[in-house]
Antibody, heavy 118, light 107 residues
Framework: QVQLQESGPGLVKPSETLSLTCTVSGGSISSYYWSWIRQPPGKGLEWIGCIFHSGSTNYNPSLKSRVTISVDTSKNQFSLRLSSVTAADTAVYYC????????????WGQGTLVTVSS | DIQMTQSPSSVSASVGDRVTITCRASQGISSWLAWYQQKPGKAPKLLIYAASSLQSGVPSRFSGSGSGTDFTLTISSLQPEDFATYYCQQANSFPRTFGPGTKVDIK
């Protein structure tokens, strides 16, 4: 059974960089697309971007100038960095796997709340 | 970006009711449409992919239909565990986008 687990600081100061890691267990990261999706408190879902095991990426244009997603296949992990954060970046951040069926997200991490505040 | 809309934004229903949620894309997305269920404090759960394919382990009372720009999620007989928020998501192109959600609550 594939499992995803997000890790990283729960509090980030404004203007600093948010960094999260997603560890994949129960399966290899060396296939599929791996994504980051976020959800501000009480709001809907926003796709941040994705990475293939080869390292190719796609980002949401609304965040592209601030986002970097990377993969470490040796650790079965992929990571998110979001720079110059503001309060608007406060959200629950999910990592997810784009599965074989219809490019949908079949496995998700439990989510981690990141609050941007001084 | 492809914009996704959902209707209604909320629906009050009783156990046993048939519930239908509609999702519309701002441009054609063929059958690249998924439906998710989310309960408070939990990650979304995939229900339907490719517009009408039932994800493994999901009860058969859930069904999806549609193609192009108009899609429907139907719960044939609402169960207590189905009270949640439902999201559609287009997978036709980047950036992936989600609908705003439909909350199904108890009447």
């Amino acid at each position: 059974q594939v499992q995803l687990q997000e890790s990283g600081p729960g509090l980030v100061k404004p203007s600093e960089t948010l960094s999260l890691t997603c560890t994949v267990s129960g399966g290899s990261i060396s296939s599929y697309y791996w994504s980051w999706i976020r959800q501000p408190p009480g709001k809907g879902l926003e796709w941040i971007g994705c990475i293939f095991h080869s390292g190719s990426t796609n980002y949401n244009p609304s965040l592209k100038s601030r986002v970097t997603i990377s993969v470490d296949t040796s650790k079965n992990q992929f990571s998110l960095r979001l720079s110059s954060v503001t309060a608007a970046d406060t959200a629950v951040y999910y990592c997810a796997r784009q599965g074989e069926g219809g490019r949908s997200y079949d496995y998700w991490g439990q989510g981690t709340l990141v609050t941007v505040s001084s | 970006d492809i914009q996704m809309t959902q209707s209604p934004s909320s629906v009050s229903a009783s156990v046993g009711d048939r519930v239908t949620i509609t999702c519309r894309a701002s441009q054609g997305i063929s059958s690249w449409l998924a439906w998710y269920q989310q309960k408070p404090g939990k990650a979304p759960k995939l229900l339907i992919y490719a517009a009408s394919s039932l994800q493994s382990g999901v009860p058969s009372r859930f069904s999806g239909s549609g193609s192009g720009t108009d899609f429907t999620l139907t719960i044939s007989s609402l169960q207590p565990e189905d009270f949640a928020t439902y999201y559609c998501q287009q997978a036709n192109s980047f950036p992936r986008t989600f609908g705003p959600g439909t909350k199904v609550d108890i009447k």
